[in-house]
């Protein structure tokens, strides 16, 4: 699993259905139910995704926008 903690994210393969998972991370942990499944990401979050895992992002349906994404928690 990788934590990126400037997005309070954490991601995981999904490897069966070929996806990528994100969920909400904070210090005092992951939430498992806010599972979701990516199709976009910045090129910020892709880099990370790619070094991580060593992974073609567009084999598992993820799209990298140009454009920074932010959350509001």
């Known amino acids: 699993m990788l934590i990126i903690k400037k997005y309070n994210m954490a991601i995981n393969l999904d490897k069966d259905k070929k996806s990528v998972l994100s969920f909400d991370s904070k210090e005092n942990g992951i939430n498992i139910q806010s599972e979701c499944i990516l199709n976009s990401v910045n090129s910020?979050?892709?880099?990370s995704i790619k070094e991580h895992f060593k992974i073609n992002l567009s084999a598992y349906g993820?799209?990298?926008?140009n454009k920074v994404i932010e959350i509001n928690i």
Do not use: L, N, R, Y
Not at 44 to 47: F, L, R
Not at 62 to 65: A, C, D, F, Q, W
């Open 44 to 47: 910020d979050i892709a880099a």
């Open 62 to 65: 993820v799209e990298i926008e």
